[in-house]
């Protein structure tokens, strides 16, 4: 199965950007991919997808600051996050979707995503 290893967290201030990666360790041509998040106490939840032909969707709270994208010649995927806000503080992971567990789909470490001033 396919792994994934996010980078790219860090702290933000308020307003301010970050661009997370997410690197995977084989092809991710014909799969589509995720951004999920687990703030503090919280459940871990859907943030962005992108399709194989690059259409995304994204949940209200980030539409419009975040951008999904994807590069397949280097199987990477990226999460541009432009005027950040304190409830973005979260964990961030990649991953394939669907995700099926029984289908050995698991999460990698994520990347830590703090902002505040």
């Known amino acids: 199965q396919v792994q994934f290893v996010e980078s790219g967290g860090g702290l933000v201030q308020p307003g301010g950007s970050l661009r997370l990666s997410c690197a995977a360790s084989g092809s991710i041509l014909g799969v589509f991919m995720a951004w999920y998040r687990q703030a503090p106490g919280k459940q871990r939840d859907l943030v962005a997808r992108?399709?194989?032909?690059?259409?995304?969707r994204y949940v209200d709270s980030v539409e419009g600051r975040f951008t999904i994208s994807r590069d397949d010649a280097k199987n990477t995927i990226f999460h541009q996050m432009d005027n950040q806000k304190p409830e973005n503080t979260a964990i961030y992971y990649c991953t394939v979707l669907p995700f099926r567990p029984d289908a050995g789909n698991s999460w990698g470490q994520g990347t830590h995503v703090t902002v505040s001033s």
């Open positions: 992108i399709t194989t032909s690059g259409s995304t």
